[in-house]
């Protein structure tokens, strides 16, 4: 059979750099944009969705033994947001290496010691045996040009996802809630997740973070989890008391919040 591998565009996917109010955006050829960076703090997260996307603070610790993962550079948000707050290894999975050479140039993405750069088709890397159980963590934010379905969205590709994680993690997946894909993606990530996910309500933006979960169940008293978004503010300053009251809806009769 052959490869699906899929090629960045050489002028739609080609980036561009443009600067606002001290925010510095990365856009493709369209208005849509890609990424932004707060110039005198480059490690804060701009948009709401990104912030939204490192929600898996509330069950995860930043992993010792295996990674983080990020499939889509973008303007490099996520990446330095975890080399900055994090000690764990970041990989990030690329296709375009335009985008990488920007993001080099004109968003403070450095050479680090913990940080992987790699540049292949997020599918392929998923599916690739050999990095299958090496992310405790894998946030999915892959885009082109059009920056409205994702450019991969398959059953395979999610169960690769699956793979990558291992036993015990959770994949964080941004979608557009409006977009014609939104239906058939969740109907993906839940058949490969066996459905134990779990969403934001959309931004005004129009994304939709998802959060994919493998390991046993979760089950956490709601005093607990309020705790645990108390000291997400606190070490990483996200609005993460926000994120439960949106994530959790009611507990059950045991008191329990179930993920």
Known sequence: MASRKLEPHPVHDAPAMSEQDGIRYLHFDSVWMQGAMQVSKPSHLVFEYTEQMMAWLLFLSPPKDKSIGILGLGA???TRFCLRHTQSQVITVEWNPMVTAICQSYFRLGHHKRHSMIHDDAHEWVTDP???????VLMVDLYDYTAQGPVCNSLLFYQGCRRV????????????????????????INKAFANRVI??????????????????????????????AADVERRYGLP????????????????LLRF
């Open 199 to 228: 969403m934001f309500p959309e931004t005004e933006d129009g994304n939709r973070i998802v959060l994919a979960f493998t390991g046993p169940p979760l089950e956490i008293e709601e005093e607990v989890l309020a705790a645990r």
């Open 240 to 255: 993460a008391t926000k994120w439960i009251r949106a994530l959790s809806g009611e507990p059950q009769t045991d008191g």
């Open 130 to 136: 050999l990095n299958h159980d090496s992310c405790a």
């Open 165 to 188: 994680l291992g036993d015990l993690g959770i994949a964080v997946i941004n979608l557009f809630g409006h977009h014609p894909s939104f239906h058939s993606n969740i109907r993906n």
């Open 76 to 78: 490099g948000a996520l």
